[in-house]
């Protein structure tokens, strides 16, 4: 069993900047991922960035995000994704999830945080 407590999100303007961590307990031995994805009102669950925290590998960025989003280690069992120069389009639901392999695709992750909203005005 794996709980994660994501934090971090909130109210920014356009162009300012945040930073989420997500804390993993329970299964934090070996080699695991978290990976951060969002969903925004009435669209499907995207994929933002995922770290592996046994290598330090990162995964690649997706276009709506490289550039601005960066995915670290953070404190002790966590993982944290900055993100800078945010758009009013990054608002949404931010999840971080863990697997025990790197991938974009939801399916692969097998716990989800409750996710932390992050909502960004023009």
């Known amino acids: 069993q794996v709980q994660l407590v994501e934090s971090g999100g909130g109210l920014v303007q356009a162009g300012e900047s945040l930073r989420l961590s997500c804390t993993a307990s329970?299964?934090?031995?070996?080699?695991?991922?978290l990976g951060w994805f969002r969903q925004a009102p009435g669209k499907e669950r995207e994929f933002v960035a995922a770290?592996?925290?046994?290598?330090?590998?990162?995964s690649d960025y997706p276009d709506s995000v490289k550039g601005r989003f960066h995915v670290s280690r953070g404190a002790r069992n966590t993982v944290d994704l900055q993100m800078n120069s945010l758009k009013p389009e990054d608002t949404g639901v931010y999840y971080c999830?863990?697997?025990?392999?790197?991938?974009?695709?939801?399916?692969?992750?097998?716990?989800w945080g409750q996710g932390t909203q992050v909502t960004v005005s023009s």
């Open positions: 770290f592996n925290y046994y290598s330090d590998r990162t």
């Open positions: 999830a863990w697997s025990t392999y790197m991938s974009q695709q939801p399916r692969a992750y097998e716990y």
């Open positions: 329970g299964r934090t031995w070996g080699e695991w991922v």
